[in-house]
């Protein structure tokens, strides 16, 4: 039996709070549009599962560094939306802040200099 591989689109473990984090610092939005602008965003490279982004979107909030409030959405259903706290975007400063340190020195591994 063939092994299963992973989607393109996987993210990496960790990624996804750092990207719903960035995509909350526009302004406050409902689960399905962040997922949305995560994928449109990445030319649809990232897929967002919703497996994935709830219980993201809930450990975000339970670290405070999002809160939720119930709102309209622009279909005028009910929608829980979340938006960033300040603690909020100090924690994705840092996730930045690290996440540009791993690419770095992956792309030192993937690319080493010559000489």
Do not use: C
């Not at 960035?22 to 994928?39: C, N, Q, V």
């Not at 975000?60 to 706290?85: M, P, Q, V």
């Amino acid at each position: 039996m063939p092994k299963k591989t992973k989607p393109e689109g996987d993210l990496l473990q960790g990624t996804l709070d750092m990207l719903i984090l960035r995509t909350l610092l526009a302004g406050p939005a409902h689960g399905h549009s962040i997922a949305h602008a995560i994928e449109f965003t990445s030319d649809e490279i990232l897929q967002v599962e919703h497996g994935s982004l709830y219980p993201a979107l809930y450990r975000l909030e339970d670290r405070g560094w999002i809160a939720a409030f119930w709102g309209t959405s622009e279909n005028n259903r009910k929608a829980k939306y979340y938006r960033l706290t300040p603690a909020g975007k100090k924690q994705l400063t840092a996730e930045t802040t690290r996440w540009e340190r791993l690419v770095k020195g992956i792309t030192r591994v993937l690319r080493p200099a010559a000489g």
